[in-house]
């Protein structure tokens, strides 16, 4: 006489269903950290926070893009080289930049790329958001 079980039950799952949601959430944060990373900020001149001037050198652009290094009027074609001689004496090498809105971006652009090529810091300056 066979005293043994008759039902045996299975103990493997099924993991098919896991593995598609693992893929799905996987998916999911791959497109949100790429489009987290290519973020685009506008509307620089006015913020609510308040900026603290760490640096000491300051540079500024007009509306007519006259440019200002401490106040003092430069040629644009000078920038470079004045702004390298000013950074030699500064042990933290970061730039304020203050642009006034109505100056075209392609000029905020060329002194940020001056400044990443010579591994400056550039802090960009805004004026507090009036509600």
Same mark, same amino acid.
């Given at each position: !006489? ?8 299975? +103990?493997?799952?099924? @993991? =098919?269903?896991?593995?598609?949601? /693992? ?14 990373? &290519?973020? /685009?900020? /506008?509307?620089? $001149?006015?913020? *609510? ?9 300051? +540079?500024?652009?007009? *509306?007519?893009? /006259?440019? #200002?290094?401490?106040? %003092?009027?430069?040629?644009? %074609? ?6 390298? +001689?000013? @950074?030699?004496? !500064? ?5 304020? #930049?203050?642009?006034? &809105?109505?100056? $075209?971006? %392609? ?6 790329? !001056?400044? *990443? ?5 550039? @802090?960009? %300056? =805004?004026? $507090?958001? *009036?509600?």
């Amino acid at each position: !006489m066979d005293l043994g079980q008759r039902n045996k039950v299975s +103990v493997t799952g099924n @993991m =098919s269903s896991m593995t598609d949601l /693992v893929f799905l959430l996987l998916i999911f944060f791959v497109i949100l950290s790429t489009l987290a990373s &290519k973020g /685009v900020n /506008v509307d620089l $001149p006015q913020s *609510k926070g308040v900026t603290s001037q760490a640096s000491k050198l300051t +540079v500024s652009i007009t *509306k007519d893009q /006259v440019y #200002l290094v401490d106040k %003092g009027r430069v040629e644009k %074609g000078d920038l470079e080289s004045i702004l390298k +001689v000013r @950074m030699d004496d !500064m042990t933290e090498k970061t730039l304020y #930049l203050e642009v006034d &809105k109505d100056v $075209p971006t %392609g000029a905020t652009v060329e002194v940020i790329g !001056m400044a *990443k090529a010579n591994d400056w810091k550039v @802090m960009l %300056g =805004s004026s $507090p958001k *009036k509600d």
